[in-house]
C-alpha cells in the first residue's frame, strides 16, 4: 500500500465502521451512495472483506471554516447553544468548549457566559463558490482520492 491509498476508519462502541469521506453530490444520497468508492477502495486493500455489506447511516453537509481559526458559539435561545468552526482543531477545542458549553446549560458560570455571540450570516460570494466546491472540486477530489 502507498501513500496514496491512505484512508481512515474506525470502528464504534457497537462494531460498526465509521468513516469520513469526501461527500456524495446527489442532492439526498443514500449511505449506500456515499460508501461506493471509499467501499471499493477498501477491498482494494483489504480484498478479504465482504463485496457488499450494509450501510445504515450517511451524513453529509456543508463546513463553516471561520478566517479566524476560532470557534464561534451562538445562543439562538435559553436552553441552545450552536458552536461551530473548529477549523482542523476540533479535538482539542471541542474538548475546552464542550465543558464550558455543558456548565452553561447546566446554569453554572462559564466562559461561554461571558463570550458576546456573533451575528450569523454567510461569507461574500459563499453561493457561488459553494456550488463551485460542490460541482467541480469535491467531484475531482473524490476522483483522485477513490480512483476506480
Sequence with gaps: MDSGDTFGGAFDPQGRLVMSILPGMASNPSPAQLAVPYWRKFRAV????????????GWFGKEALPADKLVKLYEPGPDAIIVLGYAGNGITQSLYVGRQVALRLAGKDSLVSRLAAPRICAAPLAGPLSWMLNRLLLPLGRRIVYRP
Design 46 to 57: 483489504f480484498p478479504q472483506a465482504p463485496e457488499r455489506i450494509g450501510w445504515d447511516y
